[in-house]
């Protein structure tokens, strides 16, 4: 069996294929575009100056992680004071940042753990030994592959071309779908 993390804009699913099928499947309403929120949400309530998506976006690129990492930067950060309406620029450090994210990073582990826990207990060596797959944007974010490692306590292996993975996949699924038809949902058989 393999398990495969997908960490989308919107939505976080989990799953574990074995035999051409889907054994355990979680998913929840928390992505990437979560993590932006929490941080403007932060620096907002924080800071006192509001900031647009994609300069959450570029925070989180730059300085964030769901673990500390070996570089510590921080960051600076142009907005709008919420007083004065004025521009605004504040110091950002990733330590802020990842309490920022807390809440979505421990959402999106407790549903890999759940998609685990489901799992028929005679995959779990398979997991072990081949690990889970870590695909979609949400997975680049620094620190959570380890975060997720050490909390299941299985191995997490990044996919080489997570932002391409998904429509990889369902290219390859297209291309051989004869071989395939009956993973699919509402196949006919």
Not at 82 to 91: A, E, F, N, Q, S
Request: with cysteine.
């Amino acid at each position: 069996g393999n398990m495969v993390i997908d960490i989308g804009g919107g939505t976080s699913e989990t799953a574990v294929i074995s035999l051409g099928g889907i054994v355990a499947l979680e998913a929840v309403r928390v992505g990437s575009f979560d993590v932006d929120a929490s941080i403007q949400a932060y620096v907002r309530r924080e800071h006192g100056i509001a900031i647009g998506e994609r300069t959450a976006e570029e925070v989180k690129m730059a300085i964030g992680s769901a673990a500390p990492t070996d570089d510590e930067s921080q960051a600076e950060v142009r907005g709008r004071d919420l007083m004065t309406g004025l521009p605004k620029t504040v110091i950002l450090t990733p330590e802020e940042i990842r309490f920022a994210i807390e809440d979505v990073v421990s959402s999106i582990i407790a549903s890999v753990v759940r998609c685990l826990a489901k799992a028929p207990p005679e995959l779990a060596q398979d997991f072990l030994v081949r690990g889970m797959y870590l695909v979609g944007g949400g997975g680049l974010l620094r620190g959570l592959a380890q975060r997720i490692e050490r909390e299941t306590q299985v191995p997490v292996k990044m996919s080489n071309m997570p932002l391409e993975a998904v429509v990889l996949g369902a290219g390859h699924c297209i291309e051989h779908y004869d071989a395939l038809k009956n993973m699919f949902m509402g196949a006919r058989r």
